[in-house]
T-cell receptor, first 115, second 112 residues
Framework: GAGVSQSPSNKVTEKGKDVELRCDPI?????LYWYRQSLGQGLEFLIY????????KSGLPSDRFSAERTGGSVSTLTIQRTQQEDSAVYLC?????????????FGPGTRLTVL | GENVEQHPSTLSVQEGDSAVIKCTYS??????FPWYKQELGKRPQLIID?????GEKKDQRIAVTLNKTAKHFSLHITETQPEDSAVYFC???????????FGTGTQLKVEL
């Protein structure tokens, strides 16, 4: 079946502009995660949604970052007033925590460049 | 919160040799430890994982070992091939769909 998809694949923006990044998880997956990967670095947790529970926002680096998940499926990560240090690849992942699997499946990422 | 350290940051081996990457974690509540392979410009892909109720797991040329007491786990790749060249990330989680805390990655290069 279809994997996790993200759009856009690349986004170039000017400092101070707002951006929205979209994630479509695997159908039926109840948990959705956002991570950030700066050039040559590891993956940094940002936020995750699990079913109808309140999201875990503990990884968001500032109040310029927010995310929502509508209808338990698609998620949008919004970065307001972008800064150059926001430049990174933003990766989305999803999983279905029921049963014995915890495998997180990643999307292809959105490469954000802030000029 | 959880902290995962990973070593080495770079590893170069000759084709056919073995490669070992080591990680340590800090939170004794963590019970799920996946390893991801990321090729240049591609998404991370799970290659193997282990839960805290077992000490070792194998899948063909890949194995993972876990020492809960010492809070460390390792990835072992035997008979390395050029296509094994990639960045490998370890991670830890409390399971049940919780977030992953990643190590900083190991760039593995398999030379002919």
């Amino acid at each position: 079946g279809a994997g996790v998809s993200q759009s856009p694949s690349n986004k170039v923006t000017e400092k101070g502009k707002d951006v929205e990044l979209r994630c479509d998880p695997i159908s039926g997956h109840t948990a959705l995660y956002w991570y950030r990967q700066s050039l040559g670095q590891g993956l940094e947790f940002l936020i995750y949604f699990q079913g109808n529970s309140a999201p875990d926002k503990s990884g968001l680096p500032s109040d310029r970052f927010s995310a929502e998940r509508t209808g338990g499926s698609v998620s949008t990560l919004t970065i307001q007033r972008t800064q150059q240090e926001d430049s990174a690849v933003y990766l989305c992942a999803s999983t279905s925590p029921q049963g014995s699997t915890d495998t997180q499946y990643f999307g292809p990422g959105t490469r954000l460049t802030v000029l | 919160g959880e902290n995962v350290e990973q070593h080495p940051s770079t590893l170069s081996v000759q084709e056919g040799d073995s490669a070992v990457i080591k990680c340590t974690y800090s939170d004794s509540a963590s019970n799920y430890f996946p390893w991801y392979k990321q090729e240049l410009g591609k998404r991370p892909q799970l290659i193997i994982d282990i839960r805290s109720n077992v000490g070792e797991k194998k899948d063909q040329r890949i194995a993972v070992t876990l020492n809960k007491t010492a809070k460390h786990f390792s990835l072992h790749i035997t008979e390395t091939q050029p296509e094994d060249s990639a960045v490998y990330f370890c991670a830890a989680s409390m399971g049940g769909g919780n977030k992953l805390t990643f190590g900083t990655g190991t760039q593995l290069k398999v030379e002919l």
